[in-house]
């Protein structure tokens, strides 16, 4: 039982990386056995993360939406390390705005990232693992919100909850392939992206609404990670698992 969430001999690839919950998983990853591909627009910001893992580690530039940026990733991940293994498809952003203030250019640039860049990543992660006849995992970060809405984040909640069905369609396709493909939906989560905000006075209104009345941290998150990670969940495929301190229950 101690060996089942052992990740060494598999590589993982973290999009996202550079930081917030990317950084974190991909030193969780690692201290799992796992070697490790980091992936982000900002590669001084891995350079400096791969200073802090004792692993495996290969950095290497990714823009999510762009179809020649992901082309040219996936081609180097299979000139360096062959077909990886785990992928924690994580690449995000958010732009909060009222709907009656949201415009075209906001909607396209948080659905292109965080759906449409998913995907991507996701579709070029399975076509090389099916080549290369390879089970795998694929780990989408989704989000309560893709469960539920909170205001001011039209854009966010339709693309993680568009994330949640991808997730699941995913999975059912590709089971007989025997790649795994789960969700995992973080509540409010404590990064140094959003600490200021949960320092004010309507950081700390959200942090009031969690039954648990705190937010999670980055190693709340560790627990399913290795399990979805891992051959422990081999029999697992299409589950959204939320880590929210409770939030998802609160009453109507």
């Not at 339709?158 to 994330?163: C, I, N, S």
């Not at 509540?187 to 942090?207: C, P, R």
């Not at 039954?211 to 891992?230: A, F, I, T, Y």
């Amino acid at each position: 039982m101690n060996d089942i969430f052992d990740l060494k001999g598999k590589t993982a690839i973290i999009t996202g990386a550079s930081s917030g919950l990317g950084r974190h998983f991909a030193k969780t990853l690692s201290a799992a056995g796992a070697n490790v591909v980091i992936c982000a627009r900002r590669i001084q910001n891995l350079e400096e993360l791969k200073k802090e893992i004792d692993g495996e580690v290969l950095v290497l530039p990714l823009d999510v939406t762009s179809e020649e940026s992901v082309l040219d990733f996936y081609s180097e991940v299979k000139k360096t390390v062959g077909s990886a293994d785990i992928l924690i498809n994580n690449a995000g952003t958010s732009d909060p705005k009222r709907f009656k203030d949201l415009d075209e250019q906001s909607w396209n640039y948080v659905l292109e990232t965080n759906l449409n860049g998913a995907y991507r990543v996701a579709k070029n992660f399975t076509d090389s693992l099916i080549e290369d006849k390879k089970p795998g995992s694929i780990i989408n970060i989704a989000s309560i919100l893709g469960l539920r809405v909170g205001l001011n984040l039209a854009s966010y909640a339709t693309a993680k909850a568009g994330l949640v069905q991808l997730t699941k369609s995913m999975a059912l396709e590709l089971a007989r392939s025997n790649i795994r493909v789960n969700a995992i939906a973080p509540g409010y989560i404590l990064t140094e992206i959003n600490d200021d905000f949960f320092a004010t006075e309507e950081g700390q209104s959200y942090i009031k609404n969690i039954p648990m009345k705190r937010l999670g941290l980055e190693s709340d998150l560790d627990g399913v990670l290795l399990l979805l990670s891992s051959d422990a969940s081999a029999f697992m495929t299409g589950s959204i698992i939320p880590v929210d301190g409770g939030h998802l229950i609160n009453p109507l």
